[in-house]
């Protein structure tokens, strides 16, 4: 066994002997930059805000939704104006 050089530890620290007390370091106090009233504030601009959208995005769809069942109701009366020698609903009106 020449030239084999032969360690009887398996690891490089002793884990039989005292544990070595590590200080945990201190946290991290990290100082408000809002106060309660400003984020109440903000929590209730954005919930106006989004309530508006939502509003405004409900009242598009609700025009489209007209729009389409005008449109169907006048394709769906068409034929019959057709056959009283009118060319479109434009001509009632």
Same mark, same amino acid.
């Given at each position: 066994?020449? %030239?084999?050089?032969?360690?009887?530890?398996?690891?490089?620290?002793?884990?039989? %002997?005292?544990a070595?007390?590590?200080?945990?370091?201190?946290?991290?106090?990290?100082?408000?930059?809002?106060?309660?009233?400003?984020?109440?504030?903000?929590?209730?601009? %954005?919930?106006?805000?989004?309530?508006?959208?939502?509003?405004?995005?409900?009242?598009?769809?609700?025009?489209?939704?007209?729009?389409?069942?005008? %449109?169907?109701?006048?394709?769906?009366?068409?034929?019959?104006?057709?056959?009283?020698?009118?060319?479109?609903?434009?001509?009632v009106?």
């Amino acid at each position: 066994m020449s %030239g084999l050089f032969v360690l009887d530890v398996l690891y490089a620290e002793d884990f039989d %002997g005292p544990a070595a007390v590590l200080a945990e370091p201190e946290p991290e106090v990290i100082e408000p930059s809002f106060t309660l009233a400003e984020l109440q504030a903000a929590r209730a601009a %954005g919930h106006a805000a989004g309530r508006a959208a939502e509003r405004e995005c409900d009242a598009a769809e609700e025009a489209r939704a007209r729009a389409r069942a005008a %449109g169907a109701i006048a394709a769906s009366l068409s034929p019959s104006y057709a056959r009283h020698g009118r060319d479109s609903l434009a001509d009632v009106a």
